[in-house]
């Protein structure tokens, strides 16, 4: 049983940045395989991106590529997302997820637990 809560999200200007953060509790964080999602209002929600459980291995979408980093701090139980150079098609409610897999993952269904969700809204 792992709940996770995130926090961070907010209103930023177009081009400003945003340090989103996911903590952990209830199970081992160290196990698990950490993604971050997000959700515009009538879309899927898509991949944004995910970090292996040692925090050495990382991917992320195209559409975020080069603006956003996703780390984690094991001893903290917090998985992070740093977003630079926010765009307006970046507002959405943002997810972390846990996968305790052994491979990354970039679509919903193998991660075991999701926050609440924390909003980003980027104007223009």
């Known amino acids: 049983q792992v709940q996770l809560v995130e926090s961070g999200g907010g209103l930023v200007q177009a081009g400003g940045s945003l340090r989103l953060s996911c903590a952990a509790s209830?199970?081992?964080?160290?196990?698990?395989?950490m993604g971050w999602f997000r959700q515009a209002p009538g879309k899927e929600r898509e991949f944004v991106a995910a970090?292996?459980?040692?925090?050495?291995?990382?991917y992320y979408a195209d559409s975020v590529k080069g603006r956003f980093t996703i780390s984690r701090d094991n001893a903290k139980n917090t998985a992070y997302l740093q977003m630079n150079s926010l765009k307006p098609e970046d507002t959405a409610v943002y997810y972390c997820?846990?996968?305790?897999?052994?491979?990354?993952?970039?679509?919903?269904?193998?991660?075991?637990?999701w926050g609440q969700g924390t909003q980003v809204t980027v104007s223009s």
């Open positions: 997820a846990a996968d305790n897999g052994i491979v990354l993952s970039t679509i919903t269904s193998p991660y075991d637990y």
């Open positions: 970090i292996s459980k040692s925090g050495r291995g990382t």
């Open positions: 209830g199970g081992t964080f160290s196990s698990y395989s």
